[in-house]
């Protein structure tokens, strides 16, 4: 048993959905500095380590697999990707069982 879950982060917006094969996926918009413990207003330091991508569009199976994620640093551009990713994946143009991480991250 997993010791958390992907259920228990704090989301913008969230939303199960199921893809043509019948398999539900939840499709989720979050912003990493307004978790649970971070101040209401992040320090420069802290903003400026997430101005390239403090906003988040996740899809998460069921199990909480994590299959794909992307960082925006923008509210609206990340809103945005969260509604087509919706209706990528009800449409089946996207299939989540094929993960997709980030691509910026450094070693």
Do not use: C, H
Request: glycine residues 6%.
């Amino acid at each position: 048993m997993p010791l958390w879950s992907m259920d228990e982060w704090q989301y913008l917006e969230r939303e199960v959905v199921t893809d043509p094969k019948g398999r539900p996926w939840t499709v989720a918009l979050m912003d990493v500095l307004g978790q649970e413990g971070d101040p209401e207003m992040p320090n420069k330091l802290l903003e400026l380590q997430y101005s390239s991508g403090r906003y988040f569009t996740l899809i998460y199976s069921a199990s909480g697999a994590l299959q794909r994620e992307r960082g925006y640093a923008s509210l609206s551009e990340a809103e945005d990707a969260y509604r087509e990713l919706l209706v990528a994946v009800i449409d089946g143009s996207l299939d989540p069982s094929q993960p997709v991480f980030r691509q910026d991250l450094e070693d």
